[in-house]
């Protein structure tokens, strides 16, 4: 880490548990106990069944997910950045943290989205989510677009931000990943189990290249055999502990 120019590190779910929010394939993720969840989380199945999004919308209304505070590990990143030697940090989360723990959005790659806006499936529109939880508190349990376009409202299904199971990441971020994986010469993966692709491809892309490889987790991951150092445990300690080296 004192040798490094140019750092880059990837994120994800496991940076956020000590915030309250629950993994998704670790020993104790939500997909693990559950993997009914992770079949209907297919965007494929929100488009097709308005159960999947009226049970969606509701658990999205009854999760208050703007009183979740960042950790030590999101503040330590943010403090990171401040030293200007980290080129961007990738996170897997769409939760927000980074931000909000005051990483700018110039340093910020959300690869799987966000679920603060809503997105339109029909034309696009993106904006902040508010809005459409407030339709469902009111009632509206399956909330449409309401842009309108022309003399009609555009009436397409709503969905969070998010990047589903079955939808495509922006190519702009996934190039844009891929390239600062390549450039750096550090490269950290912190709470990720670099199970999920395509853009666990990263951490070999920047091994490749010549980067160092860290790797911290609470628990193995898929690619700890790439790493020049592995360190276990939690996250709220260990990673700070890494930034300051």
Not at 146 to 165: H, N, P, Q, Y
Request: with cysteine; aromatic share 4%.
């Amino acid at each position: 880490m004192a040798e490094g120019r140019r750092v880059v590190l990837l994120t994800g779910a496991g940076i956020s548990t000590a915030s309250g929010i629950p993994d998704y394939r670790g020993p104790d993720g939500v997909w693990t106990k559950n993997p009914g969840a992770e079949v209907r989380a297919h965007i494929d199945v929100w488009m097709s069944d308005v159960d999947v999004r009226r049970a969606g919308w509701q658990r999205r209304a009854n999760m208050s997910w703007e009183t979740v505070e960042p950790n030590a590990a999101h503040h330590a990143v943010a403090d990171f950045a401040l030293r200007e030697t980290l080129d961007v940090v990738v996170t897997q989360n769409i939760d927000g943290l980074h931000q909000k723990a005051g990483l700018t959005r110039e340093r910020l790659i959300e690869i799987h989205g966000t679920v603060h806006e809503s997105l339109c499936m029909r034309c696009g529109s993106r904006g902040p989510i508010e809005p459409t939880i407030h339709r469902v508190e009111a009632g509206d349990t399956d909330p449409r677009c309401e842009t309108i376009s022309g003399v009609s409202r555009c009436g397409g299904i709503l969905k969070a931000a998010t990047i589903s199971f079955g939808q495509s990441l922006n190519i702009e971020d996934l190039n844009r990943a891929e390239r600062a994986a390549r450039e750096c010469d550090v490269f950290i993966a912190a709470g990720s189990t670099l199970g999920v692709y395509p853009i666990a491809a990263i951490v070999p892309a920047a091994q490749r290249a010549g980067a160092k490889i860290i790797i911290a987790n609470g628990s193995p991951t898929e690619m700890d055999a790439l790493a020049n150092i592995v360190v276990a445990g939690d996250l709220t300690e260990t990673l700070p502990a890494i930034l300051a080296g």
